[in-house]
């Protein structure tokens, strides 16, 4: 089709204005269709999805190539590419956030490498909010965002609390976490986790955004969570309700994520929540990690952020 236009215009190219007018225009009309033509399919292939950050927390001595050392999180900044290329460091309020050896994984992630995160509770304030969050890269808007995360909520309970704790993971905006917070606080953003019931012993999957009057909403996602490996991906859909809200697709421990829908059909758990969770221009702009009343170990992998699933669940 480009090549017969591109054989019309030749001929009209010979034509004045003054000999056939209407040829002449036609003549930018057909030069601006082969123009756009050309140049469209790359548009459209710049304003495909990305992924805009992964960590599989690899562990060595070479922060430049992305690896941690074991231990603290806390004042490590590894260059990761996507999402924290400037080295700029995890900071927080507790040590007890650290790096562990051993990957988690499931049968379906063929993506998982180098170490994990830990949370460890000996010595800590466990009626205080702990966390650590780390810069992200500026982020480009999207109507979508793509999220997912390898969760255990680690062994038995090292200290007995007298409240239901929670351990939680995610992406907000602005981390203006109080050093001595007493109550998980209302963040723009979004976070999902376990809460551990206290008197049960119960465990849930729980998602954590922002709720009416400023004050943080929690859903639970899995009602009855052993202690196992889960993954968990969730789709944002910026302002899918009245411009207002975000609907959030949430797909708990997929067998299959080679697609949308065979993530849907392979889920132990699937389903959707209205939420507020992204605000701005820059919707997200930190990693954050917290827990609150958690008596015993956790551990998150493989935290990735995208703007289409493909970009998610990639090998690459």
Request: aromatic letters at 8%.
């Amino acid at each position: 089709m480009a090549l017969n236009l591109l054989l019309v215009a030749n001929i009209m190219l010979k034509q004045s204005p003054k000999q056939n007018p209407k040829i002449y225009t036609m003549r930018y009309q057909i030069l601006y269709a082969l123009l756009l033509g050309s140049f469209l399919p790359q548009v459209i292939l710049a304003a495909r999805g990305e992924t805009l950050a992964a960590d599989s927390y690899l562990v060595g001595e070479a922060p430049v190539l992305g690896e941690y050392s074991l231990g603290s999180l806390v004042k490590q900044g590894p260059r990761i590419n996507p999402g924290w290329r400037k080295a700029k460091p995890w900071w927080g309020n507790s040590t007890m956030f650290r790096i562990a050896n051993d990957t988690l994984s499931r049968p379906c992630v063929n993506y998982a490498v180098g170490g994990k995160g830990q949370y460890i509770p000996a010595g800590e304030q466990l009626e205080l909010v702990r966390y650590v969050s780390r810069p992200l890269d500026e982020l480009p808007f999207s109507s979508t965002y793509y999220l997912s995360l390898i969760l255990n909520p680690g062994g038995d309970v090292a200290t007995p609390v007298s409240k239901s704790g929670h351990a939680l993971a995610g992406f907000i905006q602005k981390a203006e976490i109080p050093s001595e917070a007493s109550e998980i606080p209302s963040l723009e953003g979004i976070l999902v986790g376990v809460r551990l019931d206290h008197t049960s012993g119960k465990k849930e999957i729980v998602l954590f955004t922002r709720g009416s009057g400023g004050k943080p909403m929690s859903k639970v996602l899995l009602p009855d969570f052993q202690t196992v490996t889960v993954l968990v991906i969730l789709k944002i859909e910026a302002n899918a309700i009245s411009n207002t809200k975000e609907r959030i697709t949430y797909w708990i421990d997929p067998a299959d994520i080679s697609s949308e829908q065979r993530a849907q059909e392979s889920s132990y758990e699937s389903g959707q929540v209205l939420a507020d969770c992204v605000d701005g221009e820059t919707p997200f702009d930190h990693m954050v990690v917290l827990t609150h009343h958690w008596p015993r170990t956790f551990y998150w992998d493989e935290v990735r952020l995208a703007t289409s699933y493909n970009d998610l669940v990639t090998s690459d």
